[in-house]
């Protein structure tokens, strides 16, 4: 991750391990501050009292002990392993090795486990909730990133993800209330995003406006008519119109038992788990098969797909188009899943941080995934946090998610190379 050149690594004739071709100090940068955070946070301004971290649920099939840390205790083992990780990626960074991503990851779950421990000093944390919560904030941005990497990939930067959420939300809410049916509803929301990304397409593949003034203003317009589509129509007949219909929990058999995960991943609305299919489809798709080889042509190098037969508008037009329609579903999980009745703006930005996710990724799907899921666990952190009266600052905890945001596509990726005609109209010649 701490690569900045698009360059492919080289072998490293003495060790075996990827070699850079040019050295970047921006991973090891980002250690040392979470490093001194740390030691500020759990050494220099220490929180006396153990934090029990609750495991277990009454419906498991075994119910795992809870585990308590001291909390001045913990901070230092934390504050001297996170010291250990950062000379770590210090030593190999200066010797132009590349420093291997389950580094990062060990560093990211020790900092969390060091700062939950001393955010929660004296009080019980109920890890399979701050966990079900994070996987529910991050279903729509895994949508929305999906749709993404498809658009971008093509060729195309889809800026338009928080419109095409909110028109999957506000068609979603209506139909499902109009019809009683959250499946009709989940259908309306896929027709919904299409439609928003056909405006995208348009203007950017056929009339080559800027793909990004195209997008905001695409978000302005949803933002602005689904506003007053919602105080001009919902809000009189909400009792109509606005019902609230939303999928039931379906627990998968066996599967929902097992401890801590069970109840995360497979106690569930459909939703949730068509985002694990789409995750599943996208990537086999993107990476093995025609479909997928085009796409990426097209998005790489459109002239010279061009010249071997490819339709480059074609294959554009209708891959962003397809590209909202996930989108689309990840609108529909606000009102279908986890809220019901539609409300004004009740996005709230997640298109943008959807899009995020899509660079902190690097167009690639599953990292994109898993980018999403970490700023899921950041939105969700201010919840179980506050739920608990936690002593942090409330307006830290508002911040978090952003400043998570901010970090990993400034902090971590850089200058990390997307699709080559990303953004880039294509002219036949």
Not at 9 to 38: D, M
Not at 177 to 202: D, E
Not at 262 to 291: N, S
Request: charged residues 10%.
């Amino acid at each position: 991750m701490s690569t900045l050149s698009p360059t492919a690594p080289s072998a490293s004739p003495v060790a075996g391990r990827p070699v850079e071709t040019t050295r970047s100090w921006k991973l090891a940068i980002g250690y040392g501050v979470f490093t001194l955070i740390a030691l500020v946070l759990f050494a220099l301004l220490p929180r006396t009292g153990t934090t029990t971290f609750r495991l277990a649920n009454s419906g498991d099939f075994f119910a795992l002990p809870d585990v308590p840390l001291p909390a001045v205790g913990a901070g230092i083992v934390v504050v001297v392993l996170l010291a250990i990780l950062t000379v770590y990626a210090v030593v190999e960074t200066r010797a132009v090795r590349r420093v291997p991503v389950w580094v990062t990851a060990v560093f990211a779950v020790v900092f969390v486990i060091g700062f939950l421990t001393w955010a929660a000093a004296g009080k019980s944390l109920p890890i399979p909730g701050l966990l079900l919560g994070a996987l529910s904030l991050s279903v729509p941005l895994v949508f929305g990133a999906l749709g993404g990497v498809i658009s971008e990939r093509v060729g195309v930067v889809n800026i338009a993800i928080e419109g095409q959420f909110l028109a999957g939300a506000f068609s979603s809410a209506m139909v499902a209330s109009i019809t009683g049916s959250p499946w009709v509803g989940l259908v309306a929301a896929l027709v919904a995003g299409t439609l928003v990304s056909f405006i995208l397409a348009a203007f950017s593949i056929k009339y080559l406006v800027d793909q990004v003034i195209v997008g905001v203003v695409i978000n302005a317009f949803i933002s602005g008519l689904t506003g007053f589509l919602y105080s001009q129509v919902l809000s009189p007949n909400e009792t109509t119109l606005n019902v609230g219909v939303r999928f039931p929990i379906i627990p998968i058999p066996v599967l929902h038992q097992i401890p801590v995960i069970g109840p995360v991943f497979f106690e569930q609305r459909v939703t949730v788990y068509l985002a694990y299919v789409a995750v599943a489809v996208v990537t086999f798709g993107l990476f093995k098969t025609r479909w997928g080889l085009r796409l990426r042509a097209v998005g790489e190098h459109p002239q010279a797909a061009d010249t071997v037969g490819i339709n480059v508008t074609g294959t554009r037009f209708w891959n962003v188009s397809l590209a909202g329609a996930i989108a689309g579903l990840g609108g529909a999980y606000f009102t279908l899943d986890a809220v019901g009745p539609f409300t004004k703006d009740m996005t709230a930005g997640a298109g943008y941080i959807a899009l995020a996710a899509v660079i902190f990724g690097r167009w690639d799907p599953i990292k994109a995934t898993f980018a999403a899921l970490l700023f899921g666990f950041a939105s969700n952190l201010q919840n179980t946090l506050g739920a608990i009266n936690s002593p942090v600052p409330s307006e830290f905890l508002l911040m978090l998610p952003y400043v998570v945001t901010i970090f990993a596509v400034a902090g971590l990726v850089g200058q990390s190379r997307g699709p080559a005609a990303s953004g880039k109209p294509y002219i036949k010649s």
